[in-house]
């Protein structure tokens, strides 16, 4: 019997049959999969005509349906929903991934055809997104090592194996910690926590088979406690505790791992020709080099920091009014700011949660993607790999756009964070395909499921790169969705997130749990006055991980990444109240994999476009203005990276964004 992950399904929207896939069905999959894929290529590489776009870029193209379909199935599951089967076979199965596309673009013959066509393209008739595909397939050859030769082609070999098997255990490291780790609570212990965090501490007490509440390192269960415990000496427990994942000694400790990473990945730069690491990174982002990314951050760091040590010794001096004698620390910086946020702006967290509810803010998020761009979706009973997951069927004018998936709780086999992923992505050849798009957040179950606003901001967020899936519109593959530069694909994740703030959404979708009324104007007035608060510290947490990320990749690899993180701090007069908000050994964006090394500044880089992005629909007629909503549509979520991320900035907006949007939107102008 065929295994069912080899199969063709006949599932609705041919969506993984979860209920008939088992653990045991991944790893022979897996072997077919990769044996299918290398006869595929080799049929490409020793074809004996003469290399044409048809049969050897197109024909890469085709390449691999099997391989897709078990590796969609299987992260999705693995990242989301992990189990000790699920981690062995991630320890497995990346040694052999990694060798299986060594050997691909390591492949001189394949490589000599790719060359032969790249060579030949101003005299072949390409549309332009043919010649797009035609550039960054050669581009991928050239960076992954295709040209290489001798001991250099085989080591490049060895780094990229052993930078999978790291990455692997750099995760599963840091899902140990966090899911191992929790501090029970007794009564006495829970002086100050709303009613709303005591309930989501009993539901994790259960969790762990703990007769009572607990502190997980859950960041929707740990930032609330530090938020409102009064208890300062158990926030600074769990502040240590939170701050201390992947840096607790033996098996799990990351702070070695994170030190070969670095090493090999200079190597690998090095033999490509490259000064360093974050050279070679950058070169195909927008932002091009070590020294752009340096200075965007820079314009923002001073101001930020400025903001952050005037909030600090307001802080402080609430602090020393409690007769709490000392410096601030981090676990007290919550805490206070959460008073002075009531005080500033009568805004108390646990009288706005009530209005935040998720089924709501689900709602909303699909209302405005209804508004702007002409979708609809309808719910889906199918089976799924999670309880607690749900699916709708997205339509545009009665035709099938995509199946989207929302798997929205924290739980311990899932890893924190929050994220996009297609198990399908969009394509039109070899034949057309929709894409099947998940959404993995980890809020707090209750019932309902509340949020806080900065959870609705996450949920838009990711909703953001679900619609860059959804409504893409290309003819291959490679370039879909969000496959484009690094510090381009958070634009439409981060544009999006300003429709949460548009008042009107608030007023349809903003209602309380409990009496269904809408958000008093007085409080909704306050909830978008504060959106800035406390943006000093918000900025430096972030800048201060994106700058160690860049200084780490820029030069020598260091020794000691944990003496170089600290060197990096204290150049830049880090706040001592504040810590990062990734420190190396649990900097998943990272170490986990290549996506975001030397490049978690991106985050920043989009959101000056996003800033400047919404101000276009401010000028012209409002948040749901049609025609810019047709340009967004056409120049940036449908295109992928069928284009330059640079042009299609251009094309939407007439003209590159500079930081000053950013920085009035972060309330840093001044």
């Known amino acids: 019997m065929t295994n069912v992950l080899l199969q063709t399904w006949d599932t609705p929207f041919q969506i993984a049959p979860f209920d008939r896939i088992s653990d045991d069905d991944f790893a022979p999959a897996l072997d077919v999969a990769l044996a299918n894929h290398s006869a595929e290529i080799d049929a490409i590489a020793n074809n004996p005509d003469p290399a044409t776009f048809a049969n050897t870029i197109e024909a890469l193209e085709a390449a691999g349906h099997d391989l897709d379909q078990v590796l969609g199935t299987f992260y999705t599951v693995a990242g989301a929903d992990s189990n000790p089967a699920r981690e062995a076979l991630q320890r497995d199965f990346s040694p052999k991934l990694a060798a299986h596309f060594a050997d691909i673009s390591g492949n001189k013959a394949l490589f000599a055809r790719v060359a032969a066509v790249y060579d030949a393209r101003d005299t072949l008739d390409l549309t332009d997104e043919q010649a797009r595909v035609l550039m960054l397939t050669h581009r991928g050859f050239v960076r992954s090592g295709a040209a290489l030769t001798g001991d250099d082609d085989a080591r490049m070999k060895v780094i990229k194996g052993r930078l999978a098997e790291l990455g692997t255990a750099f995760t599963q490291n840091l899902l140990a910690d966090e899911r191992d780790w929790f501090m029970e609570l007794g009564e006495g212990d829970l002086a100050g926590l709303p009613p709303f965090v005591v309930d989501t501490a009993r539901a994790a007490g259960k969790e762990k088979g703990v007769d009572g509440p607990v502190v997980t390192l859950s960041r929707s269960l740990i930032v609330p406690f530090l938020q409102f415990s009064t208890r300062r000496d158990l926030r600074e427990v769990a502040y240590k505790a939170w701050g201390a994942r992947g840096a607790n000694g033996g098996d799990t400790d990351n702070r070695a791992i994170a030190a070969e990473i670095l090493s090999l990945r200079e190597e690998r730069a090095k033999l490509l020709g490259y000064d360093s690491f974050a050279a070679y990174k950058l070169e195909t982002e927008m932002a091009k080099t070590p020294d752009a990314v ?275 701090l204290d150049g830049l007069g880090m706040p001592a109240a504040i810590g990062m908000r990734h420190a190396t050994p649990h900097f998943a964006h990272v170490f986990a994999g290549d996506g975001y090394s030397s490049g978690y500044y991106s985050y920043m880089w989009s959101e000056v476009m996003d800033a400047d992005a919404f101000a276009a629909f401010e000028e012209a007629g409002g948040p749901f203005d049609p025609e810019r909503a047709k340009a967004l549509e056409t120049h940036i979520l449908s295109t992928g990276g069928s284009v330059d991320a640079a042009e299609l900035y251009t094309a939407f907006r007439g003209r590159l964004p500079g930081v000053e949007a950013l920085l009035k939107g972060r309330g840093l102008a001044a």
Not at 366 to 391: E, M, N, V, W
Not at 413 to 427: I, T
Not at 458 to 469: I, M, R, V
Not at 550 to 557: D, K
């Open 294 to 568: 340096r200075g965007l951050l820079m314009d923002v760091w001073e101001p930020a920091k400025a903001q952050a040590n005037a909030d600090a010794w307001v802080l402080e001096q609430m602090m020393q009014a409690d007769g709490v004698n000392g410096p601030l620390a981090p676990w007290d910086w919550r805490f206070y700011s959460e008073r002075r946020r009531k005080d500033l702006h009568d805004l108390d967290e646990a009288e706005v949660k009530p209005y935040f509810q998720l089924d709501r803010m689900i709602e909303a998020s699909f209302a405005c993607a209804t508004r702007l761009f002409g979708l609809s979706f309808k719910p889906l009973d199918i089976p799924l790999y999670h309880p607690d997951c749900r699916a709708w069927e997205v339509t545009r004018d009665g035709t099938h756009v995509a199946v989207f998936i929302g798997d929205y709780f924290a739980r311990g086999s899932k890893r924190s964070g929050a994220w996009c992923s297609a198990m399908r992505a969009q394509a039109k050849f070899p034949e057309p395909q929709a894409p099947v798009v998940i959404n993995v957040c980890n809020f707090a179950k209750g019932d309902p499921a509340l949020l806080s606003y900065d959870d609705a901001r996450t949920l838009f967020h990711e909703f953001g790169h679900a619609l860059h899936q959804m409504l893409s519109n290309v003819t291959y593959e490679s370039i879909s969705g969000t496959s484009v530069a690094r510090d381009f694909v958070e634009l439409p994740s981060q544009l999006y997130e300003h429709w949460l703030e548009v008042p009107e959404v608030l007023r349809e979708f903003a209602v309380h749990a409990e009496t269904g009324a809408a958000m008093p104007q007085a409080l909704l007035d306050n909830v978008l006055a504060a959106a800035t608060y406390d943006m000093g510290f918000q900025t430096v947490e972030y800048v201060a991980s994106a700058l160690v990320d860049l200084a780490f990749h820029e030069g020598a690899a260091p020794a000691d990444p944990m003496a170089k993180q600290a060197d990096v």
